[in-house]
């Protein structure tokens, strides 16, 4: 299984300060050294993390393929820059991060897809695991789709972690029966990717995957790739992002 790795915390790191340190062209060449299959970046509309010249220079310097996160709006920029791959997910301005699957029946994605197509770009849709989304992402044509399993990893956070007794515990899964809710979401992955593969479509999977839960996606045989960001970056301050990433792989290779 096929390991991309979101850098875009880096840059975070690096506009807290408004200087180039971390310098982001630095942690794709390590993450590239320690094993990462693919750099992915998430080109934002408010440009928080990752920006133009960052995207650009990725694209051009890259040995490893570049998987560029995109919302339908800067289609045209995506044009121009002609990444291996463009993921297209849902935006909103004041999200922490993405918070769910595409909406499918949206009127911009078919003519953002046909351009990205027409240029050679690899199109994969951000969806959410259920059987509806998967047929519509297959009748747009496209040969990929990433699963979100955000909703599983916060069920896991939620019932196996501390997080449920601090200030960040998730208020709406709260009152639930958490451990119920984890193994309908980890079905609902399974399943997921086993009709999505028969269809013929490349099923990747990420968000909020860590190095607690990563095993249980990993397993999953669809699936062909995660994309992973936050736990990795996290994991870096302590231990450095070479071994960050070799520490994940090592479990993605052993589930
Ligand atoms: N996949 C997609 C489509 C995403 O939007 C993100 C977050 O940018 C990730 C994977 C990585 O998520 P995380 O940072 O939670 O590992």
Redesign the pocket.
């Not at 990420?206 to 995957?209: A, D, M, Q, T």
């Not at 994309?227 to 736990?231: A, F, L, R, V, W």
């Given at each position: 299984m096929k390991l991309g790795v979101?850098i875009?915390h880096i840059a975070i790191l690096r506009e807290a300060r408004k200087v180039n340190d971390p310098d982001i062209l630095n942690a794709m060449y390590v993450a590239t050294l320690a094993g990462a299959d693919q750099i992915?970046i998430?080109l934002r509309e408010d440009r928080r993390h990752i920006d133009d010249i960052d995207a650009k220079n990725i694209i051009r310097l890259s040995s490893i393929a570049v998987n560029l996160?995109c919302a339908t709006a800067i289609t045209d920029i995506v044009l121009e820059l002609g990444p291996n791959r463009a993921?297209i997910?849902p935006e909103k301005r004041q999200e922490l991060?993405?918070e769910g699957g595409l909406n499918l029946s949206s009127a911009e994605l078919p003519s953002s897809i046909k351009a990205m197509l027409e240029a050679n770009i690899e199109v994969s849709l951000?969806i959410d695991p259920n059987l509806d989304d998967i047929k519509a992402a297959k009748e747009l044509g496209v040969s990929t789709i990433?699963l979100h399993t955000g909703n599983f990893a916060n069920a896991y956070l939620m019932a196996f972690s501390n997080l449920s007794k601090t200030k960040f515990s998730i208020k709406s899964l709260e009152k639930q029966n958490i451990k119920e809710i984890f193994e309908i979401e980890l079905n609902r992955l399974k399943s997921a990717a086993k009709f999505a593969k028969n269809l013929g479509l490349n099923v990747a999977a990420?968000?909020?995957?860590n190095y607690q839960n990563v095993g249980y996606i990993a397993k999953i045989p669809e699936i062909f790739e995660l994309?992973?960001?936050?736990?990795i970056v996290a994991r870096s301050v302590f231990t450095g992002l070479n071994q960050a990433i070799k520490d994940m792989k090592r479990l993605i290779n052993e589930a």
């Open positions: 979101n875009d992915t998430h996160e993921t997910v991060t993405t951000f990433e990420g968000h909020g995957l994309n992973i960001g936050q736990s």
